[in-house]
């Protein structure tokens, strides 16, 4: 039994490796001012290799046990009253598929990205944000309660806006990363209040609880609304219709980061989300109704907008928005462990489609250099004739179907402009109470 506890404690350190090796990077740039590639490297490949043994040990344990789920409650980190947050992780067969995905394909981006961030100013800022996001991204997957999720959920948003911004010399990475940031701060509010109603509801967050509580009579107006509330998260997270004009925005950063956060990983974790709260979702048919819309509408309007794109990663963005739409409708349908294995095979496929990218460009210029003609022009290109319904659809998708307009004028400049008052407003009191501690000081002498 002893033994059996301590090989626990070792699979709970997954998440914990990763934060260990971003401080340890951290602490390297205070003596060195330019840390050495190679070393960086080696504490990144390090902790993410233990992650992997971690993760392994995990599933090894939980598959022996009878593959039944595995709450694993470790100590308080924050108690008051009846309330405790508890550091507790879950293994099931979702939490083990996605957290062996996530570890083997961030250590497959370290990797890649020794050659291909070699001499960038921000090599090192690069593998810390990426070994946080491990850290996060594992707390999420792994984590036994909505809490911790919630906790994973912003560290995976925050480090996502920070590598969408990567090259923030250029004004085209910063604003796309301001309009992740926008998006994610906005939708996340569902997960945030969802997690809120599920304390006062069920007086906890915990994935072993809730299961329990969910097992006898129906509780229709109370999971209709946290399904709701999940479902807002969802969407933000894995760029669901009509908030899912940002994902395209976010190749603007490093192909690695792309590979990982939005062909492998960050896109996926909205899907991941309603995979978890499919007993919930059991119970919230109004909330799966709209699971099943948003994700049919999306894979849709994803797939023509994807076939009008003018780059390659631009249109596998839209590819990978389709693909995550029908893993919505997937969940929509009660299908929750079709769309676990549409996740781990998607994920592996998007991972390896964005990474081969710029070699895929440079291919199909070859190609087209081969197929020209002897006097060095491209083959003649044929025209056909397309009916009306063809060159409706046409035009709706290289559009994006008005949908960054709408938001642009009903959403972001409002905001924007209430911003803006807000701060005037704020330097205006700052200013006045200013004036008045300097007043009072004069008095005073």
């Known amino acids: 039994m002893i033994a059996t506890d301590a090989i626990w404690a070792l699979a709970a350190l997954a ?10 990077i951290g602490a390297l740039s205070l003596f060195q001012t330019r840390p050495r590639e190679s070393l960086v490297v080696a504490i990144a490949r390090l902790v993410l290799w233990l992650t992997v043994g971690s993760v392994c040990t995990g599933a090894v344990l939980w598959f022996v046990q009878g593959r039944q789920p595995v709450d694993l409650r470790l100590f308080d980190i924050y108690r008051s009253g009846d309330y405790a947050l508890e550091l507790r992780l879950y293994f099931d067969l979702t939490s083990v598929v996605v957290a062996m995905v996530a570890s083997v394909l961030i250590l497959a981006t370290s ?8 001499r960038e100013p921000g090599f090192l800022r690069f593998f810390s944000l990426m070994l946080i996001f491990a850290s996060g991204v594992l707390l999420l997957v792994l984590g036994g309660s909505y809490d911790l999720l919630l906790a994973g959920w912003e560290i995976v948003g925050w480090t996502s806006v920070l590598l969408v911004g990567f090259f923030q010399e250029r004004p085209g990475p910063v604003r796309a990363a301001l309009r992740v940031l926008v998006t994610y701060r906005l939708c996340d509010i569902g997960l945030l209040v969802g997690a809120v109603a599920l304390h006062r509801w069920l007086h906890s967050s915990a994935y072993h609880d809730i299961a329990r509580h969910l097992a006898g009579a129906p509780h229709g107006s109370a999971a209709m609304f946290v399904g709701l509330c999940l479902l807002v998260a969802a969407m933000g ?15 603007e950063g490093p192909t690695a980061s792309s590979a990982v ?24 048919p109004l909330a799966r109704l709209g ?65 081969r990218t710029p070699s895929a460009l440079q291919d199909a210029l070859e190609r087209r250099r081969a197929s020209a003609g002897s006097d060095g022009r491209p083959a003649v290109v044929v025209e056909t004739e397309t009916s ?3 060159r409706f659809l046409y035009r709706l998708a290289i559009e994006r179907f008005a949908i960054e307009t709408a938001l642009d004028r009903w959403v972001a400049r409002p905001m924007l402009t209430a911003a803006r008052a807000l701060g005037r407003r704020e330097d205006a009191l700052v200013a006045w109470l200013m004036g008045s501690h300097a007043q009072e000081d004069r008095h005073a002498d």
């Open 15 to 24: 998440p914990g490796w990763p934060a260990v090796g971003a401080l340890a």
């Open 111 to 118: 990797r890649f990205a020794e050659r291909y961030l070699h």
């Open 237 to 251: 997270k894995s760029a669901q219709f009509p908030v899912g004009g940002w994902l395209p925005r976010a190749m």
């Open 261 to 284: 956060f939005y062909g492998g990983l960050s896109v996926h974790m909205g899907v991941y989300l309603l995979i978890r709260s499919a007993p919930l979702l059991e119970h919230a």
């Open 291 to 355: 699971v099943l819309v948003i994700g049919a509408v999306t894979a849709v309007m994803a797939a023509l907008s994807g076939q009008v794109s003018a780059d390659a990663k631009s249109a596998l963005a839209y590819a990978t928005i389709s693909q995550v739409g029908l893993m919505f409708v997937e969940c929509g349908l009660g299908l929750p462990r079709l769309a676990l294995i549409h996740l781990a095979a998607h994920s592996l496929l998007r991972y390896y489609q964005f990474l």
């Open 388 to 390: 009306s319904l063809q």
